[in-house]
Every structure is written in structure tokens, then in C-alpha cells.
């Protein structure tokens, strides 16, 4: 049966599919009314449908049944946050994005840094991309994907996100909670926000990926936590500088190894979104 993404689905009723959609339907398959099909909103939600109008612009389903929920078991949000230095070649970021997706991607953010070639991204070419994965791999879970900023203005942003959070815990602790109970910048407790691509409730392990000898690596799937979240910062194609490191290390990443094989950027950045579902997987 064929999965279509409806962002603004609900649980019943009619929903409208994008003018994409539509014409994939339409046009491309050539669906009928009263054809079943399948929907997702991308956010965990999973529904059977049927087609009440068919038109090339804008498409229209009957939902008749839910099959999945956000946040029930075997239904959450993937874990991994990739943020990488997109490749010179946009081929390979896209080979990335889709790949990823496929395996249990959760979130990609783009960073610009010192030895980085690219300067922009076509960020509507990415989303498409991601909802074409989502769609082909059966997720129910449309990933996050963050536009280009420079490494210094992602690290600032976390830096941000982290303090609001914690002020807020801290203002819910109880009066004799101590600084032992106040959340980790290494393994923190998160939670969930507006945005797609955070979980609830869920530790978060940071990572930072690269080749250099500034500091002693450990083995990145020996650190993940399969019941965390992981973020991994991936570099460019001639790697983070040595100043890039001390700040993603002064930030609470830690700096891991993804094997003795030298890694291209993109391969770097699969393997390390594949780990924690090859982990959770093993572990179940």
C-alpha cells in the first residue's frame, strides 16, 4: 500500500494532500477514488485511508483507521542528531540525507567551518529528499532538517537552549536539591520542545567526530547509550581545525573514533546515524 505524507493529518476525517503529493497520486500512480492508501503526518502519526478526491492539485482522503501513535512502544522518535559540514559535492550530502533517513535518522543540522567548501544549501531540494526517504523506508517520523550555519553559531544557539532548559529544571527542583541533581551539558535529560526532532525525556550524549591528535579518542560504539540520545558533529572534507575541536570539546562534546578506517564526510556521517538503531536493535 502506498504511504503518502499529510502533515496536517488528524486522526478522522478528511485531509488534503500537498499539491506533490497530489500529483504523485494523480498523475504518477494514477489512484482512483476509493483506493486505499496510507498517511502520515511525519510525526509518528500512522493512518489508513481512503481517496475521496483525486485531482492532480489537490488530492483528498478519508482517514479510516489509526494504526500508529506518536510515543507508543516501538513508535518513537528516532535518536540521532547528525550535525555534519555539508561536502563540496552536493551529491554526497543528498546520498547522506537519504541513506540516513532509511536507517533511522532523527535529526540533520549543517554547519559551515573553517575548511568547509560550501558556502549555501537548497534546502527545499533536502526536505524533498527527506519526505522521499521518510515515504520509501515506512517511517512515521519526518527528520528535522536545519539550514546552514557556522559552527560557532550552532554551538552558541545549544549553549542558549541548554541554559533556558536548565533554569527551568532547576526552578521545578524541590529546595534541598543539590548541584549533583542539576542536568549534565554531557548526559543531559531533555525535554521535549515544539520543534520535530527532539524526544522526551531522554538523555543526550554529544560526540564530536574527527582525525586530528589534539586529544585521546574513545570508541564511539562503546560510548552510545541506547536508551540516549546522541549528537555527533561530523566535519568538513579537510576536517575540523584544531580550534573547532577545542570548542566543541570546551562545549561538552566528546571526542570518539568511528574506527581506524579514514572516513569520507558523508560515510563518517551515515555511520554514526546508524549506530544507535544497530545498538538498540541488538540490545532488544
Same mark, same amino acid.
Given at each position: 500500500?502506498?504511504?503518502?505524507?499529510?502533515?496536517?493529518?488528524?486522526? /478522522?476525517?478528511?485531509?488534503?494532500?500537498?499539491?506533490?503529493?497530489?500529483?504523485?497520486?494523480?498523475?504518477?500512480?494514477?489512484?482512483?477514488?476509493?483506493?486505499?492508501?496510507?498517511?502520515t503526518d511525519g510525526n509518528g502519526l500512522l493512518c489508513?485511508?481512503?481517496?475521496?478526491?483525486?485531482?492532480?492539485?489537490?488530492?483528498?482522503?478519508?482517514?479510516?483507521?489509526?494504526?500508529?501513535?506518536?510515543?507508543?512502544?516501538?513508535?518513537?522518535?528516532?535518536?540521532?542528531?547528525?550535525?555534519?559540514?555539508?561536502?563540496?559535492?552536493?551529491?554526497?550530502?543528498?546520498?547522506?540525507?537519504?541513506?540516513?533517513?532509511?536507517?533511522?535518522?532523527?535529526?540533520?543540522?549543517?554547519?559551515?567551518?573553517?575548511?568547509?567548501?560550501?558556502?549555501?544549501?537548497?534546502?527545499?531540494?533536502?526536505?524533498?529528499?527527506?519526505?522521499?526517504?521518510?515515504?520509501?523506508?515506512?517511517?512515521?517520523?519526518?527528520?528535522?532538517?536545519?539550514?546552514?550555519?557556522?559552527?560557532?553559531?550552532?554551538?552558541?544557539?545549544?549553549?542558549?537552549?541548554?541554559?533556558?532548559? /536548565?533554569?527551568? /529544571?532547576?526552578?521545578?527542583?524541590?529546595?534541598?536539591?543539590?548541584?549533583?541533581?542539576?542536568?549534565?551539558?554531557?548526559?543531559?535529560?531533555?525535554?521535549?520542545?515544539?520543534?520535530?526532532?527532539?524526544?522526551?525525556?531522554?538523555?543526550?550524549?554529544?560526540?564530536?567526530?574527527?582525525?586530528?591528535?589534539?586529544?585521546?579518542?574513545?570508541?564511539?560504539?562503546?560510548?552510545?547509550?541506547?536508551?540516549?540520545?546522541?549528537?555527533?558533529?561530523?566535519?568538513?572534507?579537510?576536517?575540523?581545525?584544531?580550534?573547532?575541536?577545542?570548542?566543541?570539546?570546551?562545549?561538552?562534546?566528546?571526542?570518539? /573514533?568511528?574506527?581506524?578506517?579514514?572516513?569520507?564526510?558523508?560515510?563518517?556521517?551515515?555511520?554514526?546515524?546508524?549506530?544507535?538503531?544497530?545498538?538498540?536493535?541488538?540490545?532488544?
Amino acid at each position: 500500500m502506498f504511504l503518502f505524507y499529510a502533515p496536517e493529518m488528524g486522526e /478522522s476525517g478528511i485531509c488534503s494532500l500537498s499539491p506533490e503529493e497530489s500529483f504523485h497520486c494523480a498523475k504518477v500512480l494514477r489512484m482512483r477514488p476509493g483506493q486505499a492508501l496510507r498517511l502520515t503526518d511525519g510525526n509518528g502519526l500512522l493512518c489508513d485511508a481512503e481517496l475521496a478526491v483525486v485531482d492532480a492539485r489537490c488530492c483528498a482522503a478519508q482517514v479510516t483507521r489509526v494504526l500508529k501513535r506518536p510515543d507508543e512502544e516501538g513508535n518513537t522518535r528516532p535518536s540521532v542528531h547528525i550535525v555534519m559540514a555539508p561536502t563540496k559535492n552536493m551529491d554526497r550530502t543528498e546520498w547522506f540525507l537519504e541513506k540516513a533517513i532509511e536507517v533511522g535518522l532523527g535529526r540533520a543540522s549543517f554547519v559551515q567551518c573553517a575548511r568547509s567548501e560550501r558556502k549555501s544549501l537548497k534546502m527545499e531540494r533536502l526536505e524533498a529528499i527527506a519526505v522521499s526517504a521518510m515515504k520509501q523506508s515506512l517511517h512515521t517520523y519526518l527528520p528535522r532538517i536545519d539550514g546552514l550555519c557556522s559552527l560557532e553559531t550552532f554551538l552558541d544557539k545549544e549553549a542558549r537552549d541548554f541554559a533556558s532548559r /536548565s533554569e527551568k /529544571s532547576e526552578a521545578s527542583l524541590p529546595v534541598q536539591a543539590t548541584s549533583d541533581t542539576l542536568p549534565n551539558p554531557l548526559l543531559s535529560e531533555e525535554k521535549k520542545n515544539e520543534d520535530k526532532g527532539e524526544n522526551r525525556n531522554r538523555p543526550l550524549q554529544k560526540f564530536i567526530a574527527y582525525c586530528g591528535p589534539e586529544y585521546e579518542k574513545k570508541d564511539y560504539l562503546k560510548l552510545l547509550d541506547p536508551k540516549a540520545d546522541a549528537r555527533v558533529l561530523i566535519g568538513p572534507e579537510g576536517d575540523f581545525s584544531p580550534e573547532e575541536v577545542a570548542l566543541c570539546v570546551e562545549h561538552g562534546y566528546i571526542p570518539v /573514533s568511528l574506527g581506524e578506517s579514514r572516513l569520507r564526510t558523508e560515510t563518517a556521517a551515515l555511520y554514526a546515524a546508524w549506530a544507535p538503531a544497530f545498538l538498540k536493535a541488538r540490545s532488544s
